[in-house]
């Protein structure tokens, strides 16, 4: 059973950092890409990041978190991490982790067929 | 970017009845188009992927078409589980993006 649990998320003052974790099982983790949206509670979803299959060697990132925001994953530990910096006040959300939904040698379709039940992020002082 | 403009925002329709939801690209997004719903407090769940193929495991009242920039989800015959709220999300290029949504509600 495919599994991503999200964890990390919490009370963050403006100009903060957090490190989201979001641990996968029940697949080859090397084999998809995996991807954070953000949902801010009431709201619609935004694609934050994407990281590519096997060693993450291509990643991309909403403008809005560019630069601040780092996408990376650790095959050691089935993990996929979201570094983000500088946070602001319309960073607070809800962050969901996901699953590409087929690669075919390592070409990813970037819809998602699992996702975790989210951390909820907050920012504020 | 590509804007995926969804309509309506809110349809208030009977269990039984049909419903049509649209999503309109800003560009031509090919048919790289996908569905999602979700219901309070859950995550989203993929229905469609690619415009018409659905994800495993969702039942067949559930159907997309469409190409190009304008896409279409209908649900033939709505059930009380499919009260939620439908997103569709275009994988044509960086960066990806979602609608905003369209809640189908019980009349």
């Known amino acids: 059973e495919v599994q991503l649990l999200e964890s990390g998320g919490g009370l963050v003052q403006p100009g903060g950092s957090l490190r989201l974790s979001c641990a996968a099982s029940?697949?080859?983790?090397?084999?998809?890409?995996l991807t954070w949206v953000r949902q801010v509670p009431g709201k619609g979803l935004e694609w934050v990041s994407s990281i590519s299959a096997g060693g993450g060697g291509n990643t991309y990132y909403a403008d809005s978190v560019k630069g601040r925001f780092t996408i990376s994953r650790d095959g050691s530990k089935n993990t996929v991490f979201l570094q983000m910096n500088s946070l602001r006040a319309e960073d607070a959300a809800v962050y969901y982790c996901?699953?590409?939904?087929?690669?075919?040698?390592?070409?990813?379709?970037?819809?998602?067929?699992?996702w975790g039940q989210g951390t909820l992020v907050t920012v504020s002082s | 970017e590509i804007v995926l403009t969804q309509s309506p925002a809110t349809l208030s329709l009977s269990p039984g009845e049909r419903a049509t939801l649209s999503c309109r690209a800003s560009?031509?997004?090919?048919?790289?188009l996908a569905w999602y719903q979700q219901k309070p407090g859950q995550a989203p769940r993929l229905l469609i992927n690619?415009?018409?193929n659905r994800a495993t495991g969702i039942p067949a009242r559930f159907s997309g078409s469409g190409s190009g920039t304008d896409f279409t989800l209908t649900i033939s015959s709505l059930e009380p589980e499919d009260f939620a709220v439908y997103y569709c999300?275009?994988?044509?290029?960086?960066?990806?993006?979602f609608g905003g949504g369209t809640k189908v509600e019980m009349k």
């Open positions: 029940g697949f080859t983790f090397s084999s998809y890409a």
């Open positions: 996901a699953k590409s939904f087929i690669c075919i040698g390592g070409r990813c379709h970037y819809s998602f067929d699992y």
């Open positions: 999300q275009h994988r044509s290029s960086w960066p990806l993006t």
């Open positions: 690619d415009a018409s």
């Open positions: 560009q031509s997004v090919s048919s790289y």
